[in-house]
């Protein structure tokens, strides 16, 4: 099944490949499944250490993380593709088939779920937020996911049912040639897509912790539910025709589309990114502002010119003086006129 030859007619008919699936280095085999995680794992890492100030974090917090999340992960993705595909590892003489994870068989889910399990058990005892950490490791998942991907293409596997769409995949069996749909391509674009939509959000519109992890479960899941219905090696929940993967991506769809919406509407205090403006503390001083606004304009005036209102004050006592003086001559005229 390995050395199946491969084509892909939209770059012509004649254009059949048939790579190895490992290289050979001083008489031991490197597969091509582990080069290309170690690949995507390495430039996953290094981007989140590029980035991490951004999201409040250390690099000494990244690595941290790395040393016990990736190991943890990676055992994680292979116990959830082997509990749900007993077959071929539970039995006499196939229980080796379990360590076995260079031939493949890494389920995303089930390292997933592990990894965040590991990240909240570290961040809660460093004291760190862990959903920043998600944030950015979520970024690293999709470098990850788009560059592991091809390892699949080199094991011929993670492919899809008989199609005759454009860029469908050629496997040339002995007997004769079937085309597929390349499932491994169409998620390996879907990432790379997803990666370049959530690395622009959390550099200009990044609101809240935990906004990118969220939203990084969401684009998956959604592309990853139509993906999967066209595989031909899904796993299943028991002896029911339920796509395991299928079921969990709407899950994760659904639930992030709804945490958004309502988040991004009244963002709470807790998941508020340091420095960021309340909402409704803006909406009350711009209501202060408008009381202020509607001052009258004397009492402004009095205010900016103190010394125009001495002077007022000063002519109205002079004209109370005259006044009063006024008044005295004309007594004095009257008296004078009694005598």
């Known amino acids: 099944m390995n050395t199946i030859p491969i084509s892909f007619p939209v770059f012509g008919e004649e254009a059949i490949i ?3 699936t490992h290289i050979t280095v001083f008489g031991k085999n490197i597969y091509w499944y582990g080069i290309l995680i170690a690949i995507g794992f390495i430039l996953a890492v290094v981007y989140a250490l590029r980035r991490c100030k951004e999201f409040g974090l250390t690099q ?5 993380n ?7 992960g990676i055992i994680g993705a292979r116990l959830y593709y082997v509990i749900f595909n007993p077959a071929d590892y539970f039995g006499p003489g196939k229980w080796g088939n379990i360590v076995k994870i ?14 965040v399990l590991a990240v909240f058990l570290i961040c809660r005892r460093k004291k760190i937020s862990m959903l920043c950490m998600m944030d950015v490791v979520s970024l690293g998942f999709l470098i990850g996911q788009c560059i592991g991907r091809w390892g699949n293409f080199f094991n011929r596997e993670a492919y899809g049912a008989e199609t005759d769409v454009f860029c469908r995949m050629g496997l040339h ?3 004769g040639t079937i085309y597929v749909h390349p499932t491994f391509l169409y998620e390996s674009l879907w990432n790379l897509l997803g990666f370049v939509i959530l690395h622009f959000v959390s550099k200009k519109h990044r609101r809240f912790k935990g906004q990118i992890f969220v939203s990084y479960l969401g684009w998956y899941g959604l592309g990853r539910y139509f993906i999967e219905s066209l595989r031909t090696d899904s796993l ?12 969990l991506a709407a899950v ?4 992030s589309v709804i945490f958004l919406l309502a988040t991004l509407r009244s963002i709470p205090q807790k998941l508020r990114l340091a420095g960021a403006q309340d909402p409704d503390a803006d909406a009350t001083e711009a209501g202060v502002t408008e009381e202020q606004d509607a001052v009258s304009p004397a009492a402004e005036t009095a205010e900016e010119d103190p010394d125009s209102t001495e002077e007022n004050a000063d002519d109205s006592a002079d004209e109370d003086k005259d006044k009063e003086t006024d008044k005295e001559d004309g ?5 004078t006129g009694s005598q």
Not at 60 to 64: A, G, P, S, V, Y
Not at 66 to 72: E, Q
Not at 252 to 255: A, D, I, R, T
């Open 66 to 72: 790395l040393l016990i999340a990736t190991p943890v």
């Open 236 to 247: 299943y929940l028991g002896s029911t025709d339920i796509r395991v993967s299928q079921l």
């Open 60 to 64: 000494d917090n990244i690595l941290d």
């Open 252 to 255: 994760c769809f659904g639930v």
């Open 102 to 115: 260079w031939e493949g068989g890494l389920a995303i889910y089930g390292g997933l779920i592990a990894t």
């Open 18 to 20: 048939n790579p190895s």
């Open 173 to 175: 069996y002995p007997g």
């Open 331 to 335: 007594n004095e005229h009257q008296e």
